[in-house]
């Protein structure tokens, strides 16, 4: 008993004694070192980022545009098989983490996202609100 005590307070003063300026701080500037998820959570990010940049349409979607897991998916790649595009798509199913830097990029709350030349279009209301005013079609037409 008399060793548990003993180290238990060892540990503790050299806890105590640290000062502020001698805690160690990580590549994100705290204390907390690096983990998996934090770093995961970074390449996550900079894939987001890239995705949009490097692909003329994307869309970020519940399950894959050969087989939506939603309406709302599903009618926006309805629209788009409607006019012929090529797109890449993203399944937000398979990572609970992509929504979340998702959304913190987009500031857009909502699955699915549709990305044109950058930009966010918006979700399947707005797709389908630019698909029936003819909107989407040409700028659509501009990336052929």
Known sequence: MRNWVYYMQEGLKSMWSKKDNELE?????????????????????????????????VLYMKGTKDMPMCGFSSSVVQILNHYDVEYKDVNVLEDSEIRVKLSEHSNWPTIPQLFINGELVGGADIAMEMHNSGELETMLDTIK
């Open 25 to 57: 701080i990580n590549e994100y500037g705290d204390d907390d070192w690096a983990t998996p998820e934090k770093e995961n959570v970074m390449k996550l990010k900079e894939q987001i980022i890239n995705d949009i940049e490097s692909n003329p349409i």
